[in-house]
């Protein structure tokens, strides 16, 4: 998930990589454009997204809105539906909304 989390670009200056193939080589500089797995701050700013997700989406999808924001762990959802017809829908809800704005 992490690296599906984009970093705006005038933070990406923060998030340099510096790398050499070789001893003699010259060092070529790298931005990251995405959150960096095992960071520090990963985990919330993947908790964060999520949670800015649910609260600009609540107006059209209302059912994802509440299960992102109530029913997921770090990158996991777990959720239940108490007639078929939910259980069917809140799902592809959930995928529409995500894929619609971020992921």
């Given amino acids: 998930m992490y690296r599906q989390i984009l970093v705006d ?10 790398w050499k193939t070789s001893a003699d080589a010259p060092v070529k500089t790298y931005k990251l454009a995405t959150i960096t797995y095992g960071t520090v701050s990963a ?16 107006a059209e999808f209302p059912d994802a809105a509440d299960v992102i924001s109530k029913d997921s762990y770090m990158d996991d959802i777990l959720s239940g539906e108490s007639t078929l017809e939910g259980a069917k829908n809140t799902p592809n809800q959930i995928i529409s909304t995500i894929t619609e704005r971020w992921f």
């Fill in 43 to 58: 985990p919330f700013l993947a908790t964060r997204t999520l949670k800015a997700l649910a609260d600009e989406e609540k």
């Fill in 9 to 18: 670009p005038n933070q990406r200056d923060l998030q340099r990589i510096m």
